[in-house]
């Protein structure tokens, strides 16, 4: 942008900040994760009202602000599993793995996502090879096998 259009008194002018990336993946939510979209669009809602003269915080507030709208207004809610028979989205999968592991993921959607806390992501590559899968299907995950042990 050219000095021109910029104001003289402006000493730090705000660096533009990138645009937070959105998925080119469906934005499947669960109907808890779309209540959490919901939540922190009002949040940041809020906090750009009351942000005051502080250009650099308005702007991150902003893009953040821009995001999680855009994501709300993709979000295609997704009902509860219709049975525990085969992987679904909103699934609870047990799996053991060849190296004697045994772990539990709730495949969710991917701002839902907290592996650390059980829940993976539908695109992540464990819960794409366990989509559709049954109870005592082995999936190629990771580089070695797990055999599927619960749904629920």
């Known amino acids: 942008m050219s000095r021109a259009f910029v104001k003289q008194d402006d000493e730090n002018p705000v660096e533009d900040l990138p645009e937070r990336p959105v998925s080119s993946a469906p934005n499947l939510v669960t109907p808890q994760g779309f209540a959490a979209i919901e939540a922190e669009v009002a949040r940041l809602s809020e906090a750009l009202a009351n942000a005051g003269d502080d250009r650099a915080e308005r702007a991150r507030i902003g893009r953040d602000l821009r995001y999680w709208t855009a994501r709300r207004g993709s979000a295609q809610v997704?009902?509860?599993p219709p049975d525990s028979e085969t992987v679904h989205f909103g699934s609870t999968v047990t799996i053991d793995r060849d190296d004697g592991r045994r772990q539990t993921f709730r495949i969710v959607g991917e701002d839902e996502a907290e592996p650390e806390h059980g829940t993976i992501s539908h695109i992540a590559p464990v819960a794409r090879a366990l989509m559709g899968k049954s109870v005592g299907d082995v999936v190629q995950v990771a580089g070695g096998e797990a055999e599927i042990v619960e749904i629920a």
């Open 78 to 80: 997704m009902a509860p």
